[in-house]
């Protein structure tokens, strides 16, 4: 490699390495429902567990359902030192497929967001 090339593939690698999952951030870490999983029960709550604690202020989570349809869902709250964020959901849900995406602010201040999805399958 010349020393350019070495200079770009260093910034290259700084750059995905930020741009990644940094550990300092919160990140999802696990689900219930867990990432494509398939639930044969309505779930009465989505319990998302983070690696850093979060501002519940500026954190939360939307459920859409079949068709496109936004499940209503009741407040978010934090259990397990401020990792984990429960999202109660009122309503049964309906067999089909489900994406939960999620946003949070870290207590370092750092925003983070992503989506996964479920099936429910009576
Ligand atoms: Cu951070």
Same mark, same amino acid.
């Given at each position: 490699?010349?020393?350019?090339?070495?200079?770009?593939?260093?910034?290259?690698?700084?750059?995905?390495?930020?741009?990644?999952?940094?550990?300092?951030?919160?990140?999802?870490?696990?689900?219930?429902?867990?990432?494509?999983?398939?639930?044969?029960?309505?779930?009465?709550?989505?319990?998302?567990?983070?690696?850093?604690?979060?501002? @519940?202020?500026?954190? &939360?989570? *939307?459920? %859409?359902? +079949?068709?496109?349809?936004?499940?209503? #869902? $009741?407040?978010? !709250? @934090?259990?397990?030192? &401020?990792? *984990?964020? %429960?999202? +109660?959901?009122?309503?049964?849900?309906? #067999? $089909?497929?489900? !994406?939960?995406?999620?946003?949070?602010?870290?207590?370092?201040?750092?925003?983070?967001?992503?989506?996964?999805?479920?099936?429910?399958?009576?």
């Amino acid at each position: 490699m010349s020393r350019l090339n070495v200079v770009i593939a260093m910034s290259l690698a700084a750059v995905l390495g930020f741009s990644g999952p940094a550990f300092a951030h919160a990140h999802l870490k696990t689900s219930t429902p867990a990432d494509k999983s398939t639930v044969s029960a309505s779930p009465t709550q989505i319990d998302l567990h983070f690696t850093e604690e979060l501002n @519940l202020r500026f954190s &939360g989570a *939307t459920i %859409t359902g +079949p068709g496109k349809i936004e499940i209503k #869902a $009741g407040d978010a !709250t @934090l259990a397990d030192e &401020g990792k *984990t964020l %429960t999202v +109660p959901v009122p309503t049964k849900l309906d #067999a $089909g497929s489900y !994406t939960v995406e999620w946003h949070v602010l870290s207590t370092d201040g750092h925003k983070t967001n992503g989506s996964y999805g479920f099936t429910v399958k009576p």
